[in-house]
């Protein structure tokens, strides 16, 4: 029985070698791919172009990159194709790798990519596909498991069809500019059950995030970065054993508390990013025992950190940076003795750096800076003394104490040194010995009050140096143009002086960044300085002593931020660079035509020069313009037709204080970005152009100082963003009347209208609809400026006659000018509604009647100005409360009676009333007849002409009654109009309180 077992299982061994053998002689001399596949791949290489930048990515990640598809050989075996691999029974496409293939073209929806229904795995990451949409095609592949479309360039809407992959395992759509279609995200989750992958960093998906997520038990890696997730991130217990990787950064909108994971977890790397995730950190978080990565930057999170920290062993990494935690540091960090990264900047952290932080000897980056850590900082580095691993330590902003000791030389590996914004750590020279640093590649010392002269520097390994914002002084020292690997050069705002000859820049080859602004220095240029910085990307030379013609044309092909501003130029040879983008030379001697600037240009400011001639329309050319800032020259002609609409991007264009005439553009792009338009102060006519209406963006609008013949733009109102109109000195005319629309000018905070024509009432229903300027809550508003961040706005404001230019406009700031015009009628009530409004001028007009007593609820208002119309009445009582006003003119009206005391109102000079003959009181010398009534009715704030008064009689009623009809008779017998002094006032009341008797405490009373 044996004998035949063994005898059958040799006849099975040979027949199975015998087909092994065949398979593989069939294998390798035949072709395993099928025909019409292999025309698919080869038609699918045709439709894609090859070009490396498609790929240039790659090299970050340490992937090689090569054209993949040049392999791709008609006649050959396709399964033996780079990227391709085949099933070897069937010979079917089973995967497709081109990534980093430097592929550039687009992914139709007809392409033959989806001709491969037996594709397992897809992967194109890293090339161009040119703005392609992730199709309905890609939901054909039933069989794929795995799907890398990453760093590809997709964008559009993805297609609901990619749901229909439930074999799918892994997805990974990073860095492209896709979004999700509406609820298109929930039924992939709903859908793919078997994914263990799921990478859409930057994908838009805008929706809340779906607790259904957090059940999938198979999730090993989740990454959701700025993918537009809200709502509220759960609050459960998440368990997913298996998971180790999870990102939610920048979802700004995202909230919630730490995340609350089961002690069986598998975590190991967590990142959060958005101040919506708040709270203290929970005891609990020691039970992520895996982790290796832990980071939290720029979260909501406050409280101190809890010891329980010290479980986290496998710790590597740790990022609490820009978040609100405080209190000290607890000792039980000292425990993470695996942690080669510690950034705590940017916190509330204070005392003093813990001892057992030198357990951390594998650390190699550590950053303690911006926070409130205290103590000697010789002690500080002792702590760090066998830190032999170190490469990068920040220490800056913090309130250290002491000279830096030269124990820092035991740090042999430090590369990287930041002690900024430590304003008690130097106040000297810099310590010789950091010269000395052989291993120092960066060193920050900026914001600092170091003083004195720059040492010599004694290796030639450094790359940054940042010294700005310090008290050096002296000439730059040599052996700083002898650093062959210098990277970054800041040196700005400092005291350094002399002529610096652009030969000195020799030997930089790999300079990209240069700031010597705001010192005092001169610059010379040699004949071949055009091949000197030949990789300079940022130069910032302004606020200097340069002078002249400037020449030096460094850069041809890397520059895009060139800053001359504030020296003495005065021309230039010529414009050469080709990747200019910010181009700044305001406040020089420029002379002659107008520059044009190269038109990858997006920020062009020649203001404040002494330009002359027209705008060449070749200026339009720049198709990326920005922002075009022309103002204060001398410029003229007639304004180009195609300077209104010559830029998608165009936000700003500034002409003011120029001499152009004739009409403003009357085109504007559809869609425009167009924030701020400032023609003010030259001499443009005509009508204001309609086309204004599709500038939906527009904030600032400013026109005065032309010849505009038109009525007022009441279509303006319709501009949501509209914060600032200006139409101030033109020929606008006739009545406001009323609105259009209902709520116009909703978002307008500055109102100039002066010195128009402009008449009838006051436009009440437009003050009615001021939003902007009622109940602001400045405890509750980020206070900024309009403007961008590189750009912000400007403006002229006029006050107690006076022009003053606010070079930046708060957000906060609001006024109402409706001076100098032909209003007539009442003043409208519904001003005191504007109870945030900071000034108001209605000055030079024909207003009648009295001032509403609702000004008393401009609670905010600082300046006000009514003088020279015709106003009669009081000064309203309530005016007194009105503590912020600083300037009050109230001069050629006909006012009468009391002028107000207390508060603000007992600053103000005889100006803010004059030519008001009825007012009598302080400051003025008129003095006025006291009342014995506590409000005075309006016939007693006439003018006392004389008789007797019984008011003054009868104010000493009971004990004083004798004084007062003496003061009255004395005042009958005269009859002169004669008004009662203060000083015998005061000395009734005197003798009234010596007579001590009940009836005498309710004796006289001034007004």
């Keep these: 029985m044996m004998s035949k077992l063994l005898l059958l299982c040799f006849l099975f061994f040979l027949s199975s070698s015998q087909l092994l053998s065949s398979s593989f002689f069939f294998s390798n001399s035949t072709k395993l791919c099928p025909h019409h596949q292999a025309l698919a791949l080869l038609h699918l290489k045709q439709s894609f172009s090859i070009d490396n930048s498609s790929s240039s990515e790659c090299h970050y990640y340490g992937v090689t990159s090569y054209p993949k598809t040049e392999s791709w050989k008609k006649g050959s075996d396709c399964c033996s194709w780079d990227g391709v691999t085949c099933d070897w029974v069937t010979g079917h496409v089973i995967e497709l790798d081109l990534s980093c293939s430097w592929l550039f073209g687009t992914i139709h929806s007809n392409t033959t990519l989806f001709l491969f229904p037996h594709l397992q795995r897809l992967n194109l990451t890293f090339n161009d596909f040119n703005g392609s949409s992730v199709s309905a095609g890609f939901g054909r592949f039933s069989s794929l498991t795995h799907l890398n479309l990453s760093y590809s360039g997709f964008s559009g809407l993805i297609s609901p069809e990619i749901s229909h992959l439930s074999n799918l395992v892994s997805l990974d759509l990073t860095d492209n500019g896709a979004e999700f279609v509406p609820h298109g995200f929930n039924s992939l989750v709903q859908n793919l059950t078997k994914l263990q992958k799921l990478h859409l960093g930057g994908i838009s998906i805008s929706s809340v995030f779906p607790d259904s997520l957090l059940n999938r038990s198979s999730l090993i890696s989740l990454v959701l970065i700025d993918c537009g997730l809200h709502g509220r991130f759960p609050d459960h217990d998440i368990h997913l054993p298996k998971l180790e990787v999870l990102y939610l950064e920048e979802n700004d909108d995202l909230s919630g508390n730490f995340p609350r994971f089961s002690e069986n977890n598998s975590l190991l790397e967590l990142y959060l990013s958005s101040k919506n995730f708040s709270g203290e950190l929970p005891a609990s978080v020691g039970n992520l025992k895996s982790l290796t990565t832990l980071v939290l930057y720029d979260c909501g999170f406050s409280g101190s950190i809890p010891s329980s920290f010290g479980n986290l062993k496998s710790l590597t990494t740790l990022d609490l940076s820009g978040c609100g935690f405080s209190g000290s540091i607890p000792s039980s960090i000292g425990n993470l003795k695996s942690l080669t990264t510690l950034d705590l900047s940017d916190c509330e952290f204070s005392g003093s750096i813990p001892a057992s932080l030198g357990n951390l000897t594998q650390i190699t980056s550590l950053s303690l800076s911006r926070n409130h850590f205290s103590g000697k900082i010789s002690k500080v580095i002792n702590v760090f003394n066998n830190f032999r691993n170190l490469i990068s330590l920040g220490l800056s902003s913090n309130n250290f104490s002491g000279q830096l000791p030269p124990s820092i030389r035991n740090l042999t590996n430090l590369q990287d040194l930041y002690l900024s914004d430590n304003f008690n750590l130097f106040n000297g020279t810099i310590p010789s010995f950091l010269y000395t640093l052989p291993s120092l590649l960066r060193l920050g010392l900026s914001h600092n009050k170091l003083t004195g002269h720059i040492g010599e520097f004694q290796f030639d390994s450094l790359e940054a140096i940042d010294l700005r914002m310090n008290e050096f002084y002296g000439s730059i020292p040599s052996s700083i143009f002898k650093l062959v690997n210098l990277r970054y050069l800041l040196l700005s705002s400092n005291n350094f002086s002399g002529v610096l000859e652009t030969s000195n820049f020799g030997k930089f080859r790999n300079l990209t960044s240069l700031d010597l602004s705001n010192n005092m220095l001169s610059?010379?240029?040699?004949?071949?300085?055009?091949?000197?910085?030949?990789?300079?990307?940022?130069?910032?030379?302004?606020?200097?002593?340069?002078?002249?013609?400037?020449?030096?044309?460094?850069?041809?092909?890397?520059?895009?931020?060139?800053?001359?501003?504030?020296?003495?130029?005065?021309?230039?040879?010529?414009?050469?660079?080709?990747?200019?983008?910010?181009?700044?030379?305001?406040?020089?001697?420029?002379?002659?035509?107008?520059?044009?600037?190269?038109?990858?240009?997006?920020?062009?400011?020649?203001?404040?020069?002494?330009?002359?001639?027209?705008?060449?329309?070749?200026?339009?050319?720049?198709?990326?313009?920005?922002?075009?800032?022309?103002?204060?020259?001398?410029?003229?002609?007639?304004?180009?037709?195609?300077?209104?609409?010559?830029?998608?991007?165009?936000?700003?264009?500034?002409?003011?204080?120029?001499?152009?005439?004739?009409?403003?553009?009357?085109?504007?792009?559809?869609?425009?970005?167009?924030?701020?338009?400032?023609?003010?102060?030259?001499?443009?006519e005509g009508p204001i152009p309609r086309s204004l209406i599709i500038c939906r963006k527009l904030e600032v609008l400013d026109l005065g100082n032309n010849k505009i013949n038109d009525t007022f733009p009441h279509w303006l109102g319709t501009?949501?963003?509209?914060?600032?109109?200006?139409?101030?000195?033109?020929?606008?005319?006739?009545?406001?009347?009323?609105?259009?629309?209902?709520?116009?000018?909703?978002?307008?905070?500055?109102?100039?209208?002066?010195?128009?024509?402009?008449?009838?009432?006051?436009?009440?229903?437009?003050?009615?609809?001021?939003?902007?300027?009622?109940?602001?809550?400045?405890g509750n508003t980020t206070r900024?400026?309009?403007?961008?961040?590189?750009?912000?706005?400007?403006?002229?404001?006029?006050?107690?006659?006076?022009?003053?230019?606010?070079?930046?406009?708060?957000?906060?700031?609001?006024?109402?000018?409706?001076?100098?015009?032909?209003?007539?009628?009442?003043?409208?009530?519904?001003?005191?509604?504007?109870?945030?409004?900071?000034?108001?001028?209605?000055?030079?007009?024909?207003?009648?009647?009295?001032?509403?007593?609702?000004?008393?609820?401009?609670?905010?208002?600082?300046?006000?100005?009514?003088?020279?119309?015709?106003?009669?009445?009081?000064?309203?009582?309530?005016?007194?409360?009105?503590?912020?006003?600083?300037?009050?003119?109230?001069?050629?009206?006909?006012?009468?009676?009391?002028?107000?005391?207390?508060?603000?109102?007992?600053?103000?000079?005889?100006?803010?009333?004059?030519?008001?003959?009825?007012?009598?009181?302080?400051?003025?010398?008129?003095?006025?007849?006291?009342?014995?009534?506590?409000?005075?009715?309006?016939?007693?704030?006439?003018?006392?002409?004389?008789?007797?008064?019984?008011?003054?009689?009868?104010?000493?009623?009971?004990?004083?009654?004798?004084?007062?009809?003496?003061?009255?008779?004395?005042?009958?017998?005269?009859?002169?109009?004669?008004?009662?002094?203060?000083?015998?006032?005061?000395?009734?009341?005197?003798?009234?309180?010596?007579?001590?008797?009940?009836?005498?405490?309710?004796?006289?009373?001034?007004?």
Excluded at 671 to 678: E, P, S, V
Aim: charged share 20%; aromatic share 10%.
């Design 784 to 1007: 900024k400026y309009i403007g961008e961040y590189y750009y912000q706005d400007s403006i002229m404001v006029t006050i107690k006659g006076l022009e003053i230019e606010f070079v930046k406009i708060l957000n906060t700031f609001t006024t109402i000018d409706l001076s100098s015009n032909k209003f007539q009628g009442k003043i409208p009530e519904s001003i005191g509604n504007l109870n945030s409004l900071r000034e108001l001028n209605l000055s030079h007009n024909n207003l009648t009647g009295h001032i509403p007593s609702s000004f008393g609820n401009l609670k905010s208002l600082e300046s006000l100005d009514l003088s020279s119309n015709e106003l009669i009445g009081s000064i309203p009582q309530q005016l007194t409360s009105l503590t912020f006003l600083e300037v009050l003119n109230l001069s050629q009206n006909h006012l009468s009676g009391f002028i107000p005391r207390g508060n603000q109102f007992d600053t103000f000079g005889n100006d803010s009333y004059n030519e008001n003959l009825g007012l009598c009181g302080f400051p003025l010398s008129k003095k006025c007849v006291a009342h014995a009534t506590p409000e005075p009715s309006k016939e007693a704030d006439r003018e006392f002409d004389g008789g007797f008064d019984w008011k003054i009689t009868l104010m000493g009623y009971g004990c004083g009654l004798v004084i007062g009809l003496s003061l009255g008779c004395l005042v009958f017998l005269t009859g002169k109009p004669r008004r009662f002094v203060w000083i015998i006032e005061e000395n009734i009341h005197k003798k009234i309180r010596k007579s001590k008797r009940s009836t005498c405490r309710q004796g006289t009373r001034r007004n």
């Design 719 to 778: 501009l949501p963003e509209l914060q600032v109109l200006v139409l101030r000195s033109n020929s606008f005319h006739g009545h406001i009347g009323c609105p259009k629309i209902k709520s116009p000018f909703v978002s307008l905070r500055i109102i100039d209208l002066a010195h128009n024509d402009f008449e009838g009432d006051l436009p009440d229903m437009y003050l009615k609809s001021l939003k902007a300027m009622m109940n602001v809550d400045e």
């Design 523 to 684: 610059l010379t240029t040699s004949d071949n300085s055009n091949s000197i910085l030949p990789n300079i990307q940022s130069l910032d030379f302004s606020n200097n002593n340069i002078s002249g013609v400037w020449s030096w044309n460094m850069g041809k092909d890397t520059l895009w931020y060139l800053n001359l501003s504030y020296n003495f130029i005065s021309g230039f040879e010529m414009f050469p660079w080709k990747s200019m983008h910010f181009l700044d030379l305001h406040s020089n001697l420029l002379q002659g035509p107008l520059p044009t600037p190269p038109n990858s240009t997006f920020f062009f400011s020649v203001s404040h020069n002494k330009l002359s001639g027209e705008i060449s329309s070749s200026i339009c050319k720049g198709s990326s313009m920005g922002i075009l800032d022309l103002s204060d020259n001398n410029l003229n002609g007639m304004l180009p037709h195609c300077l209104g609409n010559f830029s998608k991007d165009l936000s700003v264009l500034n002409l003011r204080r120029n001499r152009f005439h004739g009409t403003i553009p009357q085109t504007f792009l559809k869609g425009n970005a167009i924030r701020n338009l400032d023609f003010n102060d030259n001499q443009l």
